[in-house]
């Protein structure tokens, strides 16, 4: 493994449509979380998995997004009928069980016109 | 929700010269970690110190916390060109369970 890997890096979507991002974790990292930043922002937290299940989910996750880790390997967030204010950079992290600190990926840019 | 606040805002120097920026958080913390984001990229893992250790070394980088007044600086000595970036703080505490905290962060200007 060479990191943490998000796909796609860009995303431009017309509003109202869904769209899902997808995360790969170092492999032997079992926790994985999703953070949202803004321009001139810290990231916030979204949601937290150990293994496969979800541990943990902001209120900034409103029923619009969901979050899967099938398996305990890679993630999904995916969100639905996009708004404007949706747009933001997605970020994946990675941590091991010892929590050395977070491995973060480089992050999907949303953009929603 | 964003529980470190970094101070400066915004610190511009010349190279050599020594960066200092300052965090402050809200409730007890479990350990706090410094992270630095390169314009548009994700964001490395620079150094965690827990909230039994007082100051802690990696190489250029020296952090202090003091959980009396809920503070950490991250000193960076020596500063290089390469060192421009946005430099974030974030808390883990027993009430966010695992996720981190960060704040809003340092944007650092080091000018040859």
């Known amino acids: 493994d060479t990191g943490v890997s998000q796909d796609p890096r860009h995303k431009i979507t017309k509003r109202g449509q869904n769209v899902t991002f997808r995360c790969d974790p170092i492999s032997e990292h079992n926790r994985l979380y999703w953070y949202r930043q803004t321009l001139g922002q810290g990231p916030e937290f979204l949601t937290y998995?150990?293994?496969?299940?979800?541990?943990?989910k902001s209120r900034l996750l409103s029923d619009r997004f969901s979050a899967e880790r099938p398996k305990g390997s890679f993630s999904t967030l995916e969100i639905q009928r996009t708004e404007q204010g949706d747009s933001a950079m997605y970020l994946c992290a990675s941590s091991s069980v010892a929590l050395y600190g977070y491995t973060f990926g480089s992050g999907t840019r949303l953009t929603v016109v | 929700s964003q529980q470190g606040e970094e101070d400066p805002q915004a610190l511009s120097i010349q190279e050599g010269e020594n960066a200092t920026m300052n965090c402050s958080y809200k409730t007890s913390i479990n350990n706090l970690q410094w992270y630095r984001q390169n314009s548009g990229r994700g964001l490395v893992h620079l150094i965690l110190i827990r909230s039994n250790e007082r100051e802690k070394h990696s190489g250029r980088l020296r952090v202090t916390l003091d959980t009396s007044k809920k503070s950490s600086s991250l000193l960076i000595t020596a500063s290089r060109a390469a060192d421009t970036a946005s430099y974030f703080c974030a808390t883990g505490d027993s009430n966010s369970g695992y996720a981190l905290n960060f704040g809003k962060g340092t944007s650092l200007l080091v000018t040859p």
């Open positions: 998995f150990q293994n496969e299940a979800q541990l943990e």
